[in-house]
C-alpha cells in the first residue's frame, strides 16, 4: 500500500480540484496559443500549490517531502494538464536558489517564484550541447567587479514565460582566454529585462503544444555578481547534484501517465466492438493490458521506493537512471499499444491517447536519453562501487 499521510491525501484531493477548475477547462484554448497563460502559475501560488518545500519565511511550507511533489506530479498526469510546467518551476529549478543559492538570493527570489509572480527555467542545452554539457560554447567571463554572458541555448522549457533563468556557461578567469577545463562552468541568475538577453520565437513541436519552448540569446549580457549562483567554475558539479532529483521528477511523471494511458485504453476497449464482441474479451487484447499493468505496476513500486530512499538523503544517480530509462521505456510502450488499440480513433486528437502519444515521445531523449541512461547504468555495473555492494 502506498504511504501518503492524512495531509498529504487531502493535498491531492485539493490538487485535483485546482486543476480541474483553474487549469484543465483551458488547456484547448492554451494548445491552440502555443503556451500556458502566465495566471495558471498565479493561481497555484495564490492556493500554496506551487512549491512546497521553500521556508515558511519565503511564503512556503517549509516540507522537503519529496511526495508532495510526488503527488502533484501524479494529478497533473491524470488531469492530462502535462504542458502546465511548474514542477519544472517548482522541483526543478527552484532548488537550485536552495542547494547553492546564499540567503541574499533566496529572500530576492523565492517569495515571487512561490506567489507564482516570478516564472523560473534553466538554460544548459545547445545545439552542439545537450546529454554531453562538454559541448557547451556559451561563456561566463570574470571581468572581476561582474561577468560576461555570451552565447545561446535551445530547447529550453518555459523559454517564453520565464522571468528568471538559471544559465550554464564556460567559465572564464580574469584574464583567461580558454576555460580551465571542459567542465569548468558558472552557473548565472539572468532575469527578465537585462541589456543584451532576447528570446527566439516559441518553438514548434511534435507533441506538448502548450508548453512555451524557445531559444535564447546572449550577448554581452552583464551579470552582477550577485547573480552568480554558486561557486564560479563548478557549475557542472552544481548540476550534477540535481539530476538524481530530476529524474526522479520524470520517472514520477512516466508512471502516472502510463497508468492514465492505461486506465483510458482500458474503458475504449471495454466499449469497441470487432467481430460481432468486445475487444475486450479478445485473447491478444487480454494478453497485450495483462503485460502492461503487470510492467506499470512494478514501475510504480520502484518509483515509490525510490521516493522513500530520496527523502532518507540515499537517492543515488544510478537508481534514479534505471528510474528514467525503465519508466520512459514503459510509458512509450504504454503509449504505443494504447494507440493501437484504440485503432483508427486512437490517431484522432479528439481522443486523449493520440495526444498523450505525441507528448510522451520527448520523454525518451529529454532529462538524459535512454542511451545515456544505460551508459550510466552499464558504467556503476563494472564499477568497484557495484562489486562492493554485491558482497
Sequence with gaps: MRQFTEEQTLFR??????????IKPHMAEWREAGIVDRSAFRKAGERGMLMIWPDEKYGGLGDPDFRWDQIIIEETA???????????????VGPYFKNIGNEEQRERFLPKCISGETILAVAMTE???????????????????????????????NGINADVVIVAGKYLAEGASEPANPHAMTLVIVERGMEG?????????MGLPAQDTAEMFFDDVIIPRENVLGTPGMGFIHLMEGLAEERLIAATGYSASARHAFDLTRDFVMERNVFGKKLSQMQNTQFKMAELDSEIDMLQVYVDHLVNL??????TANAAAKAKLLGSEIQWKMMDEGVQLHGGAGYMDEYSISRMFTGS???????????????????????????????
Excluded: C
Excluded at 491524470?78 to 518551476?89: I, M, Q, V
Excluded at 538577453?197 to 513541436?205: E, I, P, T
Excluded at 530520496?310 to 537517492?315: A, D, E, K, P, S
Excluded at 520523454?363 to 555492494?389: C, H, P, T, W
Design 78 to 92: 491524470r488531469a492530462e494538464t502535462g504542458e502546465f510546467f511548474a514542477t519544472l518551476h517548482s522541483r526543478l
Design 310 to 315: 530520496h527523502n532518507q538523503g540515499l537517492l
Design 361 to 391: 515521445r520527448i520523454n525518451r531523449i529529454l532529462a538524459g536519453s535512454s542511451e545515456v541512461m544505460k551508459l550510466i547504468i552499464g558504467r556503476d555495473i563494472f564499477s568497484q562501487n557495484y562489486q562492493s555492494m554485491l558482497n
Design 13 to 22: 484531493s485539493s490538487y485535483r480540484q485546482f486543476l480541474e477548475e483553474e
Design 197 to 205: 538577453f532576447s528570446r527566439g520565437q516559441n518553438l514548434k513541436k
Design 127 to 157: 545545439p552542439g550541447a545537450g546529454s554531453d554539457l562538454s559541448g557547451m560554447r556559451s561563456t561566463v567571463r570574470d571581468m572581476g567587479d561582474h561577468l560576461i554572458l555570451n552565447g545561446s541555448k535551445t530547447y529550453i522549457s
